[in-house]
């Protein structure tokens, strides 16, 4: 949004699934511009209503991410707004690129063994891993680059299995259901490169079902005194998983990426409690 605003753009579009229309609504208002967002209705509600309290120009789609991103495009092309959909300009990586890079300072220059996040678009791990290859560039860490790791949900997962298929590119994701909204993205548009980036750093993807992340929300909440998003909860299902099957070691040094709060996510909320006591 600050890059848009240098640039003397007034008015913005894009989709959403999850959190990213409610940001991008938000910072657009202090910025003085228009947002436009489409969002499929069975998103989170808090989502919407976000939007809607930044003043945002909000269309709910009957249908998917994917659908909602037709509409914009369609937005875009008549209206000549701003396209702020995953991928179609350089910026978002840059702000995603920050993820890297605070897990590299945070931890003192010690990278870690993996890290884990739940993806949908694709961004968030194509901008950590953009950050690590340049700080290796600049001599600021040195050695293998930390696997990176992809986990979605066994009712939406297009990554985990071009992944496991060996493909370059991820085939579109039929029928996709699963009650964490942000992974509910049954083409991403960052395929490609989050194809390359799991394989570059000896990585993996792996799909975790629904009532897994449920149980996992909960012990986050009773054990860590995390509330978690269910997109961030599945990574701890992930590492669990992951664990068992012997990909992560016993002494490895993990970093799960939480993206979200639970208090988004009522619903899954109440589902966790009911079903991970």
């Known amino acids: 949004v600050s890059r ?42 808090i989502n919407a209503t976000e939007c809607r309290a930044f003043g945002a120009d909000l269309t709910m789609v009957d249908g998917l991410i994917s659908d909602a991103g037709r509409l914009i495009s369609e937005g875009v092309a008549e209206h ?35 890290i884990i996040y739940p993806t949908g678009g694709g961004v968030g791990v194509i901008g950590i891993w953009r950050a690590l290859l340049q700080l290796r560039d600049i001599g600021w860490i ?59 750093t000896g990585g993996t993807a792996i799909a975790v079902d629904d009532d897994t992340i449920a149980g996992a929300m909960s012990l986050l909440a009773r054990t860590a005194g995390v509330l978690a998003a269910p997109e961030g909860a599945a990574t701890l299902a992930a590492a669990a998983a992951l664990r068992e099957r012997g990909d992560l070691g016993e002494g490895d040094r993990v970093v799960l990426i939480n993206t979200g709060s639970g208090l988004k996510y009522p619903d899954a909320v109440r589902r966790a409690v009911a079903g991970g006591g």
């Open 4 to 45: 848009a605003r240098e640039l003397g753009v007034r008015e913005v579009a894009l989709p959403t699934a999850g959190n990213a229309g409610g940001a991008w609504a938000c910072y657009g208002a202090a910025a003085g511009m228009t947002v436009h967002v489409a969002m499929p209705n069975d998103a989170p509600e």
């Open 142 to 200: 040195g050695g293998d680059l930390p696997r990176l790791i992809v986990v979605q949900s066994t009712g939406c997962a297009p990554i985990v299995r071009a992944f496991d298929r060996g493909l370059e590119r991820a085939e579109f994701w039929e029928g996709a259901e699963t009650f964490a909204a942000g992974l509910r993205v049954p083409g991403p548009l960052g395929d490609e490169l989050t194809l390359r980036a799991i394989r570059d």
């Open 80 to 114: 000549g707004w701003f396209d702020a959909s995953t991928l179609k300009e350089p910026y978002r990586i840059e702000g995603k690129k920050t993820l890297g890079l605070e897990i590299a300072e945070q931890l003192g220059w010690r990278l870690p063994d993996a």
